[in-house]
């Protein structure tokens, strides 16, 4: 399954492989888990978020390397929050290695606040920043995005 090869060689490189096919496919099929993928042909990105309660988690997104910085990250990221906010969470959750500086800025661009670190968060291996985003702020803009035409089935238009 592309979604976990992706993971593996994009999320959890030298990690170990936790997000394989099984586990994917598990996610993609409990109704409490948005999944959004982008590409027709081939997986460009996905985005795998889990809605509980209020709360929701930022489990896995990417971008393959071949479609990066064309701003299919931040649409697939301002797609799940459009939906976190209809199902009515209060606030989102995603960690990442607190080495990577550029998913953190990533996050902060699009509203998300450090929140802490977790020691040996990865595995035990390495720790990770944990950054939120509130979905009830009053300072915080709507966000409305359709998918591009090219993303929709004729029947769709």
Known sequence: MAI???S????????GWSWRPQRVL????????LAIVIG??????FCITQFADEIG????????????RRGLGRQLVIWMLASARVAGLATIHVEMRTTNLPARAFYRTLGFE????????YRGVESALRMVLSLRSRDLSDVSWEPPLAWRRPADS
Do not use: F, W
């Open 40 to 45: 027709r042909e081939r997986v460009q990105g």
């Open 114 to 121: 450090d929140a802490g670190v977790v020691a040996g968060y």
């Open 26 to 33: 598990g996610c993609i099929r409990d109704p409490n888990t």
């Open 8 to 15: 593996r060689d994009t999320i959890e490189t030298g990690l």
């Open 4 to 6: 976990a090869r992706m």
């Open 57 to 68: 988690h930022l489990s896995l997104l990417a971008v393959d390397a071949k479609s990066r």
